[in-house]
Structure formats: C-alpha cells, structure tokens
C-alpha cells in the first residue's frame, strides 16, 4: 500500500505562483515515475507533468515554460512549481506515483483555483 500527501493548492490570481508538494510513504520499493494531472470542472483528467526516477521530464503543452516539475528521490517527493498561472489552470490536481512494479497510486486531489 502507498500513501500519497499532498499539499500547496489554493486560491490564487491570475499571474500568480503556486508550488504543490506530493509526499509518498509506504511500501513503496521503487518509484519509476512522478507526476501531476489535473481535472477542470466538465473536463476529462489531463497529464499535466511527469519526472521519471532518471530526471526525465514531460509536460503538456499547455504548461511548457510556465510549470516545472522536480523530485526529492531520498524523500520520495515530488513538486510542482506552478508560474504565470492562467484561469485555464483551475483544477483539482492529482499526484501520481508509479512503480517498476506496474502498480500505480493517486493522491486525493487539492484544488488550484486562479482568479482572473
């Protein structure tokens, strides 16, 4: 069973900055990959970042230059910096954890909410 924490979501205006945090804990044995999704009200969920245990990194299109994804692998924790928010953003956003062992886990969602 894996745990995931996580943190930093609100309410913020457009242009603003948001930093999420995603906190794994549990029988977790190796970690292959980390990342965010997100679901806008009426709207399917959407990979919004990935990091693999490696480094590599994968965003949709729609964040490129804006957010940044990074892991602490010592910490099992993986963040998201979120800059020059848009109204396009809000969503609840999902930590994913995936493992080698081709099981995956999510978190329960914080909300992301930019005002225009």
């Known amino acids: 069973q894996v745990q995931l924490v996580e943190s930093g979501g609100g309410l913020v205006q457009a242009g603003g900055s948001l930093r999420l945090s995603c906190a794994a804990s549990g029988s977790i044995f190796s970690i292959r990959s980390m990342g965010w999704y997100r679901q806008a009200p009426g709207k399917q969920r959407e990979l919004v970042a990935a990091?693999?245990?490696?480094?590599?990194?994968n965003y949709a299109d729609s964040v490129k230059g804006r957010f940044t994804i990074s892991r602490d692998n010592a910490k099992n924790t993986v963040y998201l910096q979120m800059n020059s928010l848009r109204p396009e953003d809000t969503g609840v956003y999902y930590c994913n954890v995936y493992l080698f062992q081709g099981m995956d886990y999510w978190g329960k969602g914080t909300l992301v909410t930019v005002s225009s």
């Open positions: 990091i693999t245990d490696t480094g590599r990194t």
